[in-house]
T-cell receptor, first 114, second 115 residues
Framework: AQSVTQLGSHVSVSEGALVLLRCNYSSSVPPYLFWYVQYPNQGLQLLLKYTTGATLVKGINGFEAEFKKSETSFHLTKPSAHMSDAAEYFCAVRMNQAGTALIFGKGTTLSVSS | GAGVSQSPSNKVTEKGKDVELRCDPISGHTALYWYRQSLGQGLEFLIYFQGNSAPDKSGLPSDRFSAERTGGSVSTLTIQRTQQEDSAVYLC?????????????FGPGTRLTVL
């Protein structure tokens, strides 16, 4: 069965520091990969997704992620954290098969301090 | 444009009661999903509707859970004889189609508390 592992349930960074949120998936066939963000008391919002093509994907709010097949990873990065980036981040996968749902990681809460 | 809406935003019920949660997907979206978000379990898939096809109910945790989608639009998730472990945030999402690359757009969720 597919699974998604997000290393670190909590990550704390200073404003202006690099943000790195880790995500690994288990699959013999590379799935489609997604990162969602959830701000307090709001629904999930898509940050970026990888389906095919370029393995470095740019998303909203300055975030990007790189698909590395050899490492089965899809880590999320942002060069310089803003206070407004504080939220919960979810990595998700979906198989290349019609009618499949998203499988989510447990989430990583990002805290940004001034 | 209007996004996915869910109602109620909060629901408090007593153990053993039935509850209905509503989801209005984005207009024109043929695919609709229900997920549950709870502490310790993260986000779990519950059920998926695609057009007029039979729904994928593989994620429903028990036969107390059911869902329907009327007219290919609004969906209702029903939990019968609620238990305390049903307490969670129930999220609805919709996408344009059922293609795996389609983006799923999420509603704000319904927070269910079972006393």
């Amino acid at each position: 069965a597919q699974s998604v592992t997000q290393l670190g349930s909590h990550v704390s960074v200073s404003e202006g520091a690099l943000v790195l949120l880790r995500c690994n998936y288990s699959s013999s066939v590379p799935p489609y990969l997604f990162w969602y963000v959830q701000y307090p008391n709001q629904g999930l919002q898509l940050l970026l997704k990888y389906t095919t093509g370029a393995t470095l994907v740019k998303g909203i709010n300055g975030f990007e992620a790189e698909f590395k097949k050899s490492e089965t990873s899809f880590h999320l990065t942002k060069p310089s954290a803003h206070m407004s980036d504080a939220a919960e981040y979810f990595c998700a996968v979906r198989m290349n098969q019609a009618g499949t749902a998203l499988i989510f990681g447990k989430g990583t809460t990002l805290s940004v301090s001034s | 444009g209007a996004g996915v809406s869910q109602s109620p935003s909060n629901k408090v019920t007593e153990k053993g009661k039935d509850v209905e949660l509503r989801c209005d997907p984005i207009s024109g979206h043929t695919a609709l999903y229900w997920y549950r978000q709870s502490l310790g379990q993260g986000l779990e898939f519950l059920i998926y509707f695609q057009g007029n096809s039979a729904p994928d109910k593989s994620g429903l945790p028990s036969d107390r859970f059911s869902a329907e989608r009327t007219g290919g639009s609004v969906s209702t998730l029903t939990i019968q004889r609620t238990q305390q472990e049903d307490s969670a945030v129930y999220l609805c999402a919709s996408s344009l189609g059922g293609v795996s690359t389609d983006t799923q757009y999420f509603g704000p969720g319904t927070r269910l508390t079972v006393l």
